[in-house]
């Protein structure tokens, strides 16, 4: 079964980090754009980060940009969510996604694009 699971969520203070892990099962992604996305209840999903299948290509929303970085070890068939300097209008359900199209970023960028959706995994950020 094609499926991405995330892990890593939870619970930390303002200022403090978390490392988040999308791992795909099933298949591999290693030809793959990867994104990250996080939505609150009762508001749109919102784009935070996404990698080219090379990794030579990162993207960020600009919310983010400067504290969260992006990577992913193909071999391992991970993407990895590092998010530094936590603030508490972070706290959402984080989602890995995948353009199983495309091994490129593309622009602008479309959620549509991302395909493959995993379950999420919460982050919960406290002032």
């Known amino acids: 079964q094609v499926q991405l699971v995330e892990s890593g969520g939870g619970l930390v203070q303002a200022g403090g980090s978390l490392r988040l892990s999308c791992e795909a099962s099933?298949?591999?992604?290693?030809?793959?754009?990867v994104g990250w996305f996080r939505q609150v209840s009762g508001k749109e999903r919102e784009f935070v980060a996404t990698?080219?299948?090379?990794?030579?290509?990162?993207y960020y929303g600009d919310s983010v940009l400067g504290r969260f970085t992006i990577s992913r070890d193909n071999a391992a068939n991970t993407v990895i969510l590092h998010m530094n300097r936590l603030k508490p209008e972070d706290t959402a359900v984080y989602y890995c996604?995948?353009?199983?199209?495309?091994?490129?970023?593309?622009?602008?960028?479309?959620?549509?694009?991302?395909?493959?959706w995993g379950q999420g995994t919460q982050v919960t950020v406290s002032s």
């Open positions: 099933g298949h591999t992604f290693s030809t793959r754009t």
């Open positions: 990698i080219s299948a090379t990794a030579r290509s990162t």
């Open positions: 996604a995948e353009d199983s199209r495309r091994g490129y970023i593309t622009s602008p960028l479309d959620i549509e694009d991302y395909d493959i």
